[in-house]
């Protein structure tokens, strides 16, 4: 039984209690003041922006939503928490009871499952440690960064809906791809900007209460995530077969990427450890129907609904899957369709393997910059489905229009339109019947020998002519019609 938390860094300029930067990279403990840093006499001051953005994300989940809610001080001492609590909200959270539709691994049934979303709630963020273990007779130590301390989070609770490693990771995949369409984050894992602690229980098979819940933390990747989870299910696993089942402690372990494996960190703290109550410094959040009006319809479409849309036009989920991924391909294989002519399929082909493997020979190259501008690749694409170039011919020629060959408004030294750059190579197909029996009479004449072999059941010898009519032709013979006429004509019709 797998339920996931997910902290989700809010993309405001500043913290969700102060006027700090919530810039990332800076040089360590710049991007502090006294209510960040908790110092006596210091009050909070709620950022409207997280608001909005929290609200956004949880009409997003489906949650339903407080219009009153509060704040909570979660108490509890480490270094990375300079005030020693937390503000967070425990008994009334503002998002409650939503779900994410995820698309779930092939491995695993396929399909879209609903996952629940427990509750949404919105607190703030603690600084970071980064530990220096002991070498020799040097002693270990650990540096306290708290630039991040006091940035804006929301907290996202599943149901415990999983049950394997790629499930967790779909769900993570899936949540980061809502988060980053809504624009109220950037889910960046390696940046610590969405974080996914995972609870992980096993029970035998007929039994309906729980096992012990054990939290794994510390998993940078979705593959970590996956890896991590697997590995806690076969070590509880293992342990209950075993009869030790007493032995499985609430705990919170982390994950040890190069050994592979689960590490205990520390006993989970429990609810009476924290020993929340109500924030004294902030009044009760109060938002109203039309505040939430105003945040819905301000929510761009969805990764579920493009990938329903793109699913209409006969798209294989596979496509549908990497263009969902990024919201600038979104964009820009609309753009595309909005020019008419090119079919979805041939389109997202294109888009997918040729233009994205380009797009990722260069870290710099981005697919809202790029000179390939959709007009341009629609008309190329089009080219090539109504038999005008072939589809090698395409490939010779994208390079030059990645490259910015044809402008959309046409420029000195360019050209106009993929058609003109076509004509101009002299790789416009050749569709014409006429000629090219005319092609394949020369090439037939030119080898009689071959001919006669074929003729005398020699029939792997198609090949040489199917090679020798599209040399004579340049490449330009449309394959269909010209195979079509080279076996005609070798079988003497």
């Known amino acids: 039984m797998i339920g996931i938390e997910t902290h989700v860094q809010i993309n405001t300029s500043t913290k969700a209690f102060c006027k700090c930067s919530t810039t990332y990279g800076n040089e360590p403990n ?114 306290a960064d708290y630039n991040r301390a006091g940035v804006a989070l929301v907290e996202i609770v599943t149901e415990p809906d999983l049950r394997t490693g790629r499930e967790v990771a779909a769900y993570g995949a899936e949540l980061r791809r809502l988060v980053r369409y809504l624009d109220v984050g950037d889910g960046n894992l390696s940046e610590g900007s969405m974080r996914c602690d995972v609870n992980v229980s096993v029970r035998p098979k007929g039994r309906e209460r729980f096992g012990t819940k054990v939290e794994v933390k510390n998993m940078n990747s979705f593959n970590a995530m996956s890896r991590a989870v697997d590995f806690e299910v076969a070590r509880q696993t293992e342990m209950i077969l075993a009869g030790r089942e007493h032995d499985i402690v609430q705990e919170t372990r982390t994950w040890d990427e190069a050994r592979q494996c689960t590490v205990s960190m520390r006993k989970k703290e429990g609810l009476a450890d924290y020993r929340y109550f109500p924030e004294p410094d902030l009044p009760p959040l109060e938002f109203s129907d039309a505040f939430v009006d105003a945040c819905r319809d301000g929510m761009p479409e969805l990764p579920a609904q493009v990938r329903a849309r793109y699913k209409a036009l006969g798209l294989p989920a596979a496509d549908v899957q990497v263009l969902v991924e990024d919201t600038e391909l979104v964009r820009y294989f609309d753009a595309c369709l909005e020019h008419g002519g090119a079919p979805a399929k041939p389109l997202a082909n294109w888009l997918t393997g040729d233009v994205t493997a380009w797009l990722k020979s260069d870290a710099k190259r981005a697919v809202g910059s790029m000179p390939l501008r959709p007009g341009v690749l629609a008309e190329f694409v089009t080219l090539i489905e109504t038999g005008v170039m072939s589809g090698k011919a395409g490939k010779d020629i994208l390079p030059d229009l990645l490259a910015g060959a044809v402008s959309v408004q046409g420029h000195d030294g360019g050209f106009s339109s993929v058609l003109e750059l076509v004509e101009e190579r002299g790789l416009t197909q050749i569709s014409d019947p006429d000629a090219i029996a005319a092609i394949v009479d020369k090439v037939l004449a030119a080898n009689p020998d071959q001919l006669a072999q074929f003729r005398a059941g020699k029939d792997k010898l198609k090949g040489f002519f199917v090679g020798a009519v599209l040399r004579e032709s340049g490449g330009r013979a449309n394959p269909a019609l010209a195979n079509e006429i080279l076996m005609r004509k070798l079988k003497g019709e």
Do not use: W
């Not at 219009?67 to 979660?74: E, G, I, P, T």
């Not at 963020?125 to 980064?130: E, P, R, S, V, W």
């Open 30 to 143: 710049t991007q502090t003041c006294p209510v960040c840093m908790g110092f006596p006499g210091t009050l909070p001051v709620l950022n409207e922006g997280v608001v909005r953005k929290a609200v956004t994300l949880g009409v997003g989940l489906n949650c339903a939503l407080r219009r009153v809610s509060k704040f909570d001080r979660k108490q509890y001492f480490y270094p990375d928490l300079p005030k020693g609590y937390q503000i967070s909200q425990f008994d009334e959270p503002y998002g409650e009871h939503g779900f994410v539709d995820v698309v779930m691994p092939v491995e695993d049934g396929g399909g879209e499952r609903r996952v629940g979303i427990t509750r949404a709630h919105m607190e703030e963020d603690a600084g970071k440690l980064t530990h220096f273990p002991a070498k020799g007779d040097q002693k270990g130590y650990a540096l």
